[in-house]
């Protein structure tokens, strides 16, 4: 995230021209400080500023502020009920299920983000950091459970993450067959190879007056090609990669 964030991200200035985001030291750790879990029912700011490169996995290091930990713990609340609430419309998991009534005692999601905010804001301060009750807390490593067994390791879910798989290796292998063989590939692929090159020409000294960002890849160099490959696809979404996808398979 802070990568792209720092490499990839533009912004159009007044002027029409495309810039780095250039954002400040505490985003940047707010958003690589973001990922991983929080396990543990207190969350406060580490004392120092450290460099950002440092970090080696997720959840390595408490953010650098209140503000990078409050958004690290609201994630937290938010993504437990309204998984399951998706998973309920999907009809991965039944809503009536008497494992999920126990944990949640019937109510709605709406409800019980209301409930872990309150429980939050009760039980915090800057001496203890942000603590749920160890009520709430217990609650919520139940909830978190459930998701893992019911949702996120469901077959349902499993068997779709064959298929994505499937469509980014082989968006993947694709582009990184292209390096030395642009012409021919552009024919078989019109679509992927144009719009991959345009973004890419983007982030190299080919670029177009109107991007003023730092160049980042290098034509000349193979595994720095692969790596552009990688940072593209990271920033797809679900149907463009799709859409790519079937451009590959398609006639």
């Not at 750790?29 to 396990?39: A, T, V």
């Not at 958004?71 to 998984?83: C, H, L, N």
């Not at 109510?107 to 905010?117: E, P, R, S, Y």
């Not at 064959?162 to 642009?182: C, D, G, M, W």
């Amino acid at each position: 995230g802070v990568e792209i964030a720092d490499k990839i991200e533009l912004l159009e200035d007044d002027k029409r021209n495309f810039q780095n985001l250039n954002l400040t030291y505490a985003v940047r750790d707010g958003i690589i400080s973001h990922c991983g879990e929080i396990d543990e029912n207190n969350l406060k700011p580490r004392d120092e500023a450290i460099n950002l490169d440092d970090y080696t996995y997720p959840n390595q290091y408490a953010p650098y502020t209140w503000e990078g930990c409050v958004v690290k713990v609201s994630d937290k609340i938010s993504y437990i009920g309204r998984d399951i609430e998706d998973a309920i419309k999907l009809g991965i998991i039944d809503e009536h299920s008497e494992e999920l009534e126990d944990i949640i005692g019937g109510v709605n999601n709406t409800i019980l983000i209301n409930d872990f905010i309150y429980d939050l804001i009760n039980n915090s301060s800057p001496e203890k950091g942000l603590c749920f009750s160890d009520e709430t807390f217990k609650r919520i490593n139940k909830l978190k459970e459930f998701n893992y067994k019911y949702i996120y390791l469901s077959n349902r879910v499993l068997t779709s993450n064959k298929y994505f798989e499937l469509v980014i290796n082989e968006i993947y292998e694709t582009l990184k067959a292209s390096y030395n063989n642009r012409e021919r590939y552009e024919k078989m692929y019109p679509l992927l190879i144009k719009e991959f090159y345009d973004w890419y020409n983007e982030y190299t000294d080919k670029k177009e007056e109107k991007y003023q960002n730092k160049v980042i890849f290098d034509i000349n160099d193979e595994k720095n090609f692969y790596k552009a490959i990688i940072y593209y696809i990271s920033g797809m979404t679900d149907n463009y990669a799709i859409k790519m996808y079937n451009s590959i398979i398609g006639f």
